[in-house]
């Protein structure tokens, strides 16, 4: 029986060459692209799950309150993590690590960056990936040892047998030797941290005293519990820890699972939101939608055809086929066809991979080892082959043997209205995915080229290492002897977030409920005309006058309106436990994502402080000024490679997540479209079939090719018409939502909704025009003649 099923769908497929290709093209297209869709929505959701015992642990967060608003960070006290484990039964594990840096490491004559942080001892131990040479209960204990990953040490050494080796570790200024401790394996592509090395945090520690106080915050801490132990009760019973320590605070500790955090670790006024679920949730429903939209096209193209399979149904039936049977054989044609349409979308997978790799900054593969991804695509492939198959299947295997043989000539009103409630579905989908993209693609247009109230463009950041830190001033004068280098200067600030602050300000009259976190920028002198901070009133930090290093600040607008609002006119403010005068005031400007307001700053003296470069250069010979400070570098700097970036690059990197976004987004609503239009293509030619005698009739009677393509072409324009209200009306619901995520956006135009009409006007037009034209140019005599 199956192989009886089997010859009688090959033969249909070659008898309708067009509907097969069609069903066949199109049916690829959706599980293409909910196979990449399901490898990246996978990757998404498997980030940090593969953590040893990962149910028992979790990141420490902090509420800190300031007046109404409340931040919420993953910075910690830099005793946290021994004090919870020394004073807390529940805790089996902690450890307080750094933010990521790079030094440079030296074995002999080979030298190169590498990039880690400073862990405890429990570190490895939470993330325990396995270990390739050395002993994971001594690593990270003596503060001249240091751990290698995996691919640090094939690296540096170009192999990982090098527990015992002597390396030379430079960064600042500082260089110090060490003692390879331990090699670990690399932490999988799942986890969201990477290193290629770990150096003890005890030695961090003591070299900087403000980790000893309960008020500072910068490190990380992250726990394991002890088996049993009850997260939720946990975290609720830790929320006064640091203030029990510090009665000043306005900390308010817990406990968030590390399994959650990469998707769900994002709050506003201390209330989680959804983070990057979101997208998550967005995306799974466009693979779903792209694949029942390709499932929509197969049930059209079916019914359609179901006059030429009616009598074949109707003989069947004579024979003594019944409606299991028949329904058996409709499925399997339509099974056999998404078989086929899988086997060329995991080929098409296997080629795009790598520009979908780019496009949305991971590194996936298609687990071909892997029995559950089989599985997967087994569960697709049925989903997808019966979905497809089955009104097709039951409604033919309905069809009666009466009308059958009394020259069954059209489809019913039920089914051409179920066709049309289709294909206005699939455009429907269509038309939300465009109108967003252009929402989404304007936005990120807006948040990218706003005036940021500093001039990003042509401004090159460099990190200050050995003698450039050192020797900054001997460093910047040979910088402007270039003519093309406009000035120099430096800052602890990289203008892409936050990177130190406080909530110590005070000044005259201050109402509680006026408390900011204010971001404090440590700066050399120029900078402001380096980096294009606008003065709105009072003056530069000045060369000639010692008292601005220890007694000046320059504030941000919002830092100075909001003293203003309590005492106007005070030019002076209290910080950490030191008077200030307010020297200067700047223009706004932008150092978070639009999705945040201005916060308050302070600008304050301090070149000592300082470990990042700034050069303002003009547009003219750009890769040779480059040169120029390469080699200046090199001379002054030879021990460290010369490293830069351009400001507007890094930038955009603020909303990485957002392009991509709006990349996969703007793919996929081409994708949505070519898959819609197939269907229509395939529809239309149906049509023109079935209006062949009306059309021969017509012309015989002098009827213009216009009026004959109007024939076929009403039927969809109404279609496509009423698909444009109503996904417009959704996509402006579901932006509006979307773009509340945003303090500074833009306006949902009236004009997008237009061009997402007149694109897919155009391009439904074009698709059913092109066999309309085939049917009004066809000989008329031909069309009379035939039965």
Not at 185 to 193: G, L, N, R, T, W
Not at 290 to 304: E, G, Q
Not at 458 to 481: A, N, R, Y
Request: charged content about 20%; glycine content about 8%; aromatic content about 12%.
């Amino acid at each position: 029986m199956i192989k009886n099923y089997f010859k009688i769908a090959m033969r249909g497929f070659a008898k309708h060459k067009l509907t097969f290709f069609i069903n066949l093209f199109g049916l690829s297209l959706g599980l293409w692209a909910a196979i990449l869709i399901g490898l990246w929505v996978n990757s998404e959701l498997s980030v940090n799950k593969d953590v040893p015992q990962v149910e028992r642990v979790y990141q420490m967060m902090e509420h800190q309150s300031y007046g109404a608003d409340i931040f919420t960070f993953s910075s910690t006290p830099g005793m946290l993590a021994e004090s919870m484990k020394e004073n807390l039964a529940e805790v089996e594990l902690a450890s307080t690590y750094t933010w990521m840096e790079k030094f440079l490491f030296v074995q002999k004559d080979k030298s190169i960056k590498l990039e880690g942080l400073f862990a405890m001892p429990d570190f490895l131990k939470i993330y325990d990936y396995g270990v390739i040479e050395g002993d994971l209960n001594s690593m990270l204990t003596a503060n001249n040892h240091v751990v290698l990953s995996e691919s640090g040490a094939i690296s540096l050494f170009g192999r990982t047998d090098v527990v015992g080796e002597d390396v030379e570790i430079k960064g600042g200024t500082e260089s110090e030797n060490f003692i390879v401790q331990g090699v670990v394996k690399d932490f999988p592509a799942s986890s969201s941290i990477k290193f290629d090395f770990l150096l003890p945090y005890s030695k961090f520690f003591a070299e900087n005293e403000w980790l000893q106080d309960w008020g500072s915050n910068g490190p990380r801490t992250i726990i394991r519990l002890r088996e049993g132990a009850d997260g939720a009760a946990f975290s609720a019973g830790i929320e006064n820890y640091i203030k029990e320590r510090n009665e000043d605070s306005n900390v308010r500790l817990f406990a968030y699972p590390l399994a959650d955090l990469y998707l769900h670790g994002q709050w506003k006024g201390g209330q989680p939101v959804e983070g990057r679920i979101k997208n998550v949730k967005l995306f799974a429903m466009i693979g779903l939608f792209v694949l029942i939209i390709a499932c929509i096209n197969f049930m059209n193209l079916s019914t359609a055809k179901s006059q030429k399979r009616a009598k074949e149904v109707g003989v069947r039936k004579v024979a003594g086929a019944n409606k299991q049977t028949l329904v058996y054989q409709f499925l399997s044609e339509s099974l056999l066809i998404t078989f086929f349409s899988g086997i060329l979308a995991v080929l098409l997978v296997q080629a795009s991979l790598p520009i979908f790799n780019s496009l949305t900054g991971k590194v996936m593969s298609v687990p071909y080892g892997s029995l559950f991804f089989w599985l997967q695509l087994m569960a697709i492939i049925l989903f997808t082959g019966i979905v497809a198959g089955s009104y097709p299947a039951f409604y033919l295997s309905a069809t009666k043997v009466v009308s059958v043989f009394r020259s069954f000539t059209k489809s019913g009103k039920g089914v051409v209205m179920a066709r049309k409630g289709l294909v206005l579905f699939q455009f429907i989908l269509a038309t939300i995915l465009i109108v967003s993209t252009l929402v989404v693609y304007q936005q990120i247009n807006y948040a990218m080229n706003q005036d940021l109230g500093y001039s990003k463009d042509q401004l090159i950041q460099i990190p200050l290492e050995g003698k450039t830190l050192e020797s900054f001033d001997v460093f910047k004068t040979e910088l402007e002897k270039n003519e093309n280098i406009e000035s120099v200067s430096r800052s602890s600030f990289g203008f892409l977030g936050r990177n130190s602050n406080t909530g110590g300000v005070s000044w005259e009259g201050k109402d509680p409920e006026n408390a900011a976190l204010f971001e404090i920028i440590r700066v050399d002198y120029d900078f402001l005309k380096t980096a294009g901070l606008e003065l709105v009133k009072g003056r530069d930090f000045d060369r000639l006058n010692g008292a601005d290093s220890t007694a000046g600040a320059i504030l941000n607008q919002t830092a100075y309106d909001l003293m203003q609002k309590d005492h106007e006119g005070s030019e002076f403010f209290r910080m950490w436990e030191g008077e200030r005068a307010i020297t200067g005031v700047v223009k706004d400007f932008h150092f978070e994502s639009f999705r945040q307001n201005v916060a308050p700053a302070i600008l304050i003296l301090d070149p000592g402080n300082t470990w990042q470069g700034y050069v303002k250069v003009n547009t003219e010979n750009i890769q040779e000024t480059i040169a120029f400070m390469e080699k200046t570098a090199a001379n002054l700097n030879p021990e460290f490679p010369f490293e830069y970036s351009f400001m507007d690059e890094n930038y955009a990197r603020l909303y990485q997540e957002d392009v991509r976004l709006r990349d996969l987004a703007q793919y996929f609503s081409i994708l949505t479209i070519i898959i819609s239009c197939l269907g229509l293509l395939g529809l239309s030619a149906h049509i023109a079939e079935q209006k062949t005698k009306e059309i021969g009739i017509r012309k015989v009677l002098g009827a213009s090719t216009f009026s004959i393509l109007q024939v076929i072409n009403r039927e969809f324009i109404l279609i496509v018409f009423l698909s444009i209200l109503i996904g417009s009306g959704v996509a402006f619901w579901l932006m509006q939502d979307w773009l509340d995520g945003y303090q500074y956006k833009i306006n949902f135009e009236w004009w997008f909704i237009p061009l997402a009409a007149i694109t897919i006007m155009g391009v439904a037009l074009i698709t059913v025009t092109f066999q309309s034209l085939k049917a009004a140019h066809s000989n008329p005599v031909k069309a009379i003649k035939s039965e």
